[in-house]
């Protein structure tokens, strides 16, 4: 459960697709002055060197972010974040979900993250506790429990589990409806890998008989190398802002179009 370490992956398409559908939803419901609240339950360690060792060793950021970052307008608010980010941390810096977040949060927003292994909680910790973020070095599912339904209510869960514990795709259909129960207004996001023999499939079935209204996206894109078995990522959205399946409409585009 703690042997995942997305240093190895960060930047790539799943990367892309994720960031960028949260990026607009984050500057969506930021154009209001209310304040809300952001809770991500497995957070990483928020900053990547893509150079690094692990980042070169699997080489999907070069197929991924590498190529993808001229796809959106500079205006595009996940292109914001990383212009921003490569600006302060280094040309070959890559933003996680939780750095994303805080450069789009405002000071009326409470931020609340969960990393339970110990290297990346540290450096989690480093990067987000200047922006007023408060860190859990503890299970991401207990903390949603605990912390659901946040003050304020306005707001968005972000679920995005490695899935390196097989049961994940068992449980999250009632974890989320647990976690919906008792916070029935609060945007919830899973993201999900859509593997070559597709164990989310029953999974998002199950999602899409709790929760009918959902919004469940999906792209696709070659393997990043020979006999990798990711081809594509999805998201399902509870309760999705106004306006986000046409943006998702537009990130299919994308992908169909730059990857043919």
Not at 131 to 145: K, T
């Amino acid at each position: 459960m703690l042997s995942y370490q997305h240093s190895y992956h960060a930047g790539n398409l799943a990367d892309v697709h994720k960031h960028a559908l949260l990026a607009w939803i984050l500057a969506y419901m930021t154009q209001k002055d209310k304040p809300l609240s952001y809770i991500e339950t497995h957070a990483g360690r928020g900053l990547y060197d893509l150079r690094s060792s692990a980042a070169q060793k699997t080489g999907e950021a070069e197929k991924g972010i590498a190529i993808a970052a001229d796809w959106f307008p500079a205006t595009h608010p996940y292109r914001v974040v990383l212009d921003q980010v490569r600006t302060t941390h280094g040309a070959n810096a890559y933003p996680g979900s939780p750095l994303i977040a805080a450069e789009l949060l405002r000071v009326q927003d409470h931020m609340t993250l969960a990393e339970l292994h110990p290297q990346e909680f540290a450096a989690l910790t480093q990067i987000a506790a200047p922006f007023g973020a408060q860190c859990y070095q503890r299970d991401g599912w207990d903390l949603a429990q605990s912390f659901c339904p946040p003050e304020p209510r306005r707001g968005l869960l972000l679920v995005d589990p490695s899935f390196e514990v097989k049961e994940d795709y068992k449980a999250i259909p009632d974890r989320f409806r647990k976690i919906h129960r008792k916070w029935p207004v609060g945007v919830l996001v899973l993201w999900y890998p859509v593997l070559t023999d597709a164990p989310h499939a029953s999974m998002i079935a199950a999602m899409q008989d709790a929760f009918p209204d959902g919004l469940n996206h999906m792209v696709s894109f070659p393997p990043a190398r020979p006999g990798h078995r990711m081809v594509g990522s999805g998201l399902f959205v509870i309760n999705a802002p106004y306006g986000l399946a046409d943006e998702a409409e537009r990130i299919s585009a994308l992908f169909d179009q730059k990857l043919r």
